[in-house]
C-alpha cells in the first residue's frame, strides 16, 4: 500500500480556486496511475480527474471538464489538482488513490480499480 496524502483543501468562494496536492512522502510514484476522486455527504465516491504514471494521458469527469487540470512531477513525486471556477457542487472530501500501471488501460473513474488511498481533504465551496 502506498500512503498517500492529500493537501490544499479548505474554504473558497464560488468561482474561486485552490490546488489540491498527492504525496507519497519516502515512496515515488512514477509508476502509480493517480486518481482524484470526490465524496460529498450522503452521496457515493466519484471519480474526478485521472493521470497516467508518464502524465502523458489524463481524463476528467463531465462535471469538472474544462474547469479542473491534473498533473504530476515525478521528480518531485506529487500530482495535483488545479481546480478553477469552483461551484458549490463541488464541495466534498477530496481523495487521491494509487494503482501500478504504466498507462490508463483500465476504468479510472471506479474506486474499484485502485489499491492505495489518501485520508482525503476536505474542500469547501460558499459564499
Not at 75 to 92: G, I, R
Not at 99 to 124: K, M, Y
Request: neutral net charge; contains cysteine.
Amino acid at each position: 500500500q502506498l500512503p498517500l496524502v492529500e493537501s490544499g483543501g479548505g474554504l473558497v468562494q464560488p468561482g474561486g480556486s485552490l490546488r489540491l496536492s498527492c504525496a507519497a512522502p519516502g515512496y515515488t510514484l512514477q509508476y502509480y496511475a493517480i486518481g482524484w476522486f470526490r465524496q460529498a455527504p450522503g452521496k457515493e465516491r466519484e471519480g474526478v480527474s485521472c493521470v497516467s504514471s508518464s502524465g502523458d494521458t489524463t481524463n476528467y469527469a463531465d462535471s469538472v471538464q474544462g474547469r479542473f487540470a491534473i498533473s504530476r512531477d515525478n521528480v518531485k513525486n506529487t500530482v495535483y489538482l488545479e481546480m478553477k471556477s469552483l461551484k458549490p457542487e463541488d464541495t466534498a472530501v477530496y481523495y487521491c488513490a494509487g494503482r501500478i500501471s504504466f498507462a490508463l488501460s483500465f476504468d479510472c473513474n471506479s474506486p474499484d480499480n485502485f489499491s492505495s488511498w489518501g485520508q482525503g481533504t476536505q474542500v469547501t465551496v460558499s459564499s
